[in-house]
């Protein structure tokens, strides 16, 4: 079962599938495809204050440290019915899939925000 989803949560990963679904946005490579990401999380997480990224933090690092965060975070993902563009599915055997890294990332650029506001 997945984690209680936070408000800061859902709102990131509308605005992460708004960024990720541009027409625009296609990358045809797999560096293209990071600079992608990492603008989308960017964007995704600009009209975020700080209370909320900490709390948005807390929540991603608590998932992240669960027992089965891949699983926790395609539940949770498509619990909000986005369009699956970027991810693949996970594999019971997959510690590091496309949604753990992604809020891997998503968790680094808080801190980075976080620590360029002080």
Not at 15 to 36: F, M, N, Q, V, W
Request: charged content about 30%; aromatic content about 8%.
């Amino acid at each position: 079962m997945p984690a209680q989803m936070s408000d800061e949560f859902e709102g990131l990963c509308v605005g992460l599938d708004t960024a990720l679904c541009r027409p625009h946005a296609r990358a045809a490579t797999i560096e293209d495809s990071r600079k992608r990401l990492d603008s989308a999380i960017h964007e995704a997480l600009s009209g975020f204050d700080a209370a909320s990224l900490v709390s948005l933090r807390d929540f991603i690092s608590d998932v992240l440290a669960s027992d089965d965060p891949a699983k926790q975070l395609e539940e949770l993902w498509m619990n909000l019915k986005p369009t699956k563009v970027f991810f693949g599915g996970s594999n019971a055997d997959e510690s590091n899939s496309a949604y753990v890294y992604i809020f891997k990332q998503v968790r680094r650029a808080i801190e980075e925000k976080l620590t360029s506001a002080e």
